[in-house]
Antibody, heavy 120, light 107 residues
Framework: EVQLVESGGGLVQPGGSLRLSCVAS????????MHWVRQITGKGLEWVSG???????FYGGSVKGRFTISRENAKNSLYLQMNSLRAGDTAVYYC??????????????WGQGTLVTVSS | DIQMTQSPSSLSASVGDRVTITCRAS??????LNWYQQKPGKAPKLLIY???SLQSGVPSRFSGSGSGTDFTLTISSLQPEDSAIYYC?????????FGQGTKVEIK
């Protein structure tokens, strides 16, 4: 069974840092691109960042230069290092697996999410 | 970034009704459009990928169509468990973007 379990969320002051983790199981982690998607409470989904199987990284405009995505295949783990946090970063953060089929990609498995609250 | 616009923002329909949600992309995204369903307190669930392919395990009352800039998600016969928010998402660009969501309520 595919499982993605996020951790590391919590309360942090503006300007602070936090590192999120996502541990994967039930599939060969190093064969899949992985992404982070966030959701402000009561709002829609916002794509945050992605990392390919070769380690290439991509970031949304609102987090570029502040967030860093990484992966550690030996530990089946995905990370999101978040620096210079702002109130607007307050959200539930999901990790999601990417599957490719006939040239199209999609998020077929999601974690349960971890809440990040940026407040003084 | 590619902008995704869904309509309507919300709708209310009766059990058994046919429901249609539309999604428009700000540029041609060919067939690279996915649909997700999200229920309160839960992670999104993939329904449709590549505009019209039904994800394994998803009921056949869900279908998708479209290409280029205009796409549609249809629920052929609305069921009580379909009450949720539905999002479209483009995967044409490396920088994925979602629509703002459509809330479907049961009358």
């Amino acid at each position: 069974e595919v499982q993605l379990v996020e951790s590391g969320g919590g309360l942090v002051q503006p300007g602070g840092s936090l590192r999120l983790s996502c541990v994967a199981s039930g599939f060969t982690f190093n064969n899949y691109d992985m992404h982070w998607v966030r959701q402000i409470t009561g709002k829609g989904l916002e794509w945050v960042s992605g990392i390919g199987i070769s380690g290439d990284t991509f970031y949304g405009g609102s987090v570029k230069g502040r967030f860093t995505i990484s992966r550690e295949n030996a530990k089946n783990s995905l990370y999101l290092q978040m620096n210079s946090l702002r109130a607007g970063d307050t959200a539930v953060y999901y990790c999601a697996r990417v599957t490719w089929n006939s040239g199209s990609s999609f998020f077929d498995y999601w974690g349960q999410g971890t809440l990040v609250t940026v407040s003084s | 970034d590619i902008q995704m616009t869904q309509s309507p923002s919300s709708l209310s329909a009766s059990v058994g009704d046919r429901v249609t949600i539309t999604c428009r992309a700000s540029q041609n995204i060919r067939k690279y459009l996915n649909w997700y369903q999200q229920k309160p307190g839960k992670a999104p669930k993939l329904l449709i990928y590549a505009a019209s392919s039904l994800q394994s395990g998803v009921p056949s009352r869900f279908s998708g169509s479209g290409s280029g800039t205009d796409f549609t998600l249809t629920i052929s016969s609305l069921q009580p468990e379909d009450s949720a928010i539905y999002y479209c998402q483009q995967s044409y660009s490396t920088f994925r973007t979602f629509g703002q969501g459509t809330k479907v309520e049961i009358k």
